[in-house]
């Protein structure tokens, strides 16, 4: 299982910091993905990670104000998210795939296998 954490409220500008745990698996050989979904749209792609390498790969909304990363430690992803904008309130979801893939493959939500529960983040202006 998948657990997300770390959501909450926070003004323009703002960061959080989201977290993926791992239960009952470990992350080697996998790629760690998150998403998110606005009311009454579709959901995104945001950010992935590969575990063996942490190979990042980011979607354009978010580049150079987001930054995945991994734990090895505590079998856990992260996503810091920083210069929070309205427009990335959401609730966000973590996902896991077992695949090999071109890290950019892990931009479609078919790549993954497994996801989480969403934490929800709510940007203010």
């Known amino acids: 299982q998948l657990q997300a954490s770390g959501g909450g409220a926070v003004q323009t500008g703002g960061s959080l910091r989201l977290s993926c745990a791992a239960s009952g698996f470990t992350f080697d050989d996998y790629a760690i993905g998150w998403f998110r979904q606005a009311p009454e749209k579709d959901r995104e792609f945001v950010a992935a990670?590969?575990?063996?390498?942490?190979?990042?790969y980011y979607s354009n909304s978010v580049r150079g104000r987001f930054t995945i990363s991994r734990d090895k430690a505590k079998n856990t992803v992260y996503l810091q998210m920083n210069s929070l904008k309205p427009e990335d309130t959401a609730v966000y979801f973590c996902?896991?795939?077992?695949?090999?893939?071109?890290?950019?493959?892990?931009?479609?939500?078919?790549?993954?296998?497994?996801w989480g529960q969403g934490t929800l983040v709510t940007v203010s202006s």
């Open positions: 990670i590969r575990w063996a390498d942490a190979g990042a």
């Open positions: 996902a896991s795939s077992p695949r090999s893939y071109n890290i950019g493959h892990y931009a479609g939500s078919s790549a993954y296998d497994s």
